[in-house]
């Protein structure tokens, strides 16, 4: 089923995605746990990612990069690990950074919270993005971040029927 819904509050600067999959909450983390599984979902098709360190615990840091179709456009970028209650949450602050490590676009880090639940049958990944600023939300917005997401997430569901075949 993937992405069914995407809430845009202004107010509160956040963006919500939520999907969900025919999968178990253990399968669905790893796709985060699993900077292999995580690399082949997390850049919208034709932006393939690479993630080059991975320390998923609190205080740790994960780095990746993704490039354009041709090699080109290529974008680094860090997550700060903040929380780790595996199997159902992970928070991270989120940055587009220079080759000096400091955030791209002006603004300070952004903070992902993702939360994995059951709902029946499936399971329901929540990804809740809190911007540091309503500039900062619509700069992110109008460049395409949700469309962005919706794209990766779609990917989600062959490669969770890849990895449980």
């Not at 939520?18 to 979902?41: H, M, N």
């Not at 676009?105 to 600023?133: C, Q």
Request: charged share 25%; net charge negative.
């Amino acid at each position: 089923m993937t992405v069914w819904k995407v809430d845009k509050n202004a107010e509160a600067k956040t963006m919500v995605i939520t999907a969900e999959f025919d999968a178990s909450i253990a399968s669905v983390w790893q796709l985060w746990a699993d900077p292999r599984l995580l690399e082949r979902w997390w850049g919208p098709p034709g932006f393939p990612a690479t993630f080059e360190h991975h320390d998923l615990t609190p205080g740790g840091t994960i780095t990746y990069s993704m490039s354009g179709p041709d090699g080109g456009d290529r974008f680094d970028g860090t997550w700060n690990v903040v929380e780790v209650a595996a199997p159902t949450r992970l928070v991270v602050e989120d940055a587009i950074v220079e080759d000096d490590g400091t955030p791209s676009d002006g603004n300070s880090m952004t903070r992902m919270e993702i939360d994995i639940e059951g709902a029946g049958d499936t399971t329901r990944m929540i990804l809740t993005t809190h911007f540091d600023s309503i500039e900062g939300m619509e700069q992110a917005i109008a460049t395409g971040v949700d469309e962005g997401m919706k794209a990766c997430m779609s990917q989600i569901d062959a490669l969770l029927a890849e990895v449980a075949a």
